[in-house]
């Protein structure tokens, strides 16, 4: 039977990396979490007293600007670590 043949090249090993760990600024947190708590009550105070002043003239708007602060509000949690 014949010999199989003998691996002339080591196997490739990528050198290792001391990994840095990576923190959130300060900020981000509170930032996240007053966005979501803004974009609700935004939301809530249209539909409990839409005769407010600022949210009167805005109409239906209010809901694009309520959902968009929540929407802020997750797309800066993939941020936090």
Do not use: D, H
């Amino acid at each position: 039977m014949p010999k199989s043949k003998v691996r002339k090249k080591a196997v490739y090993t990528p050198p290792k990396r001391a990994q840095a760990v990576k923190t959130s600024p300060r900020w981000l947190a509170p930032l996240m979490v007053t966005c979501w708590i803004v974009g609700i009550l935004w939301i809530a105070v249209y539909y409990i007293a839409p005769q407010t002043p600022g949210i009167e003239t805005l109409g239906n708007w209010n809901l694009l600007v309520g959902f968009g602060l929540i929407i802020l509000g997750v797309i800066l949690s993939t941020r936090w670590r």
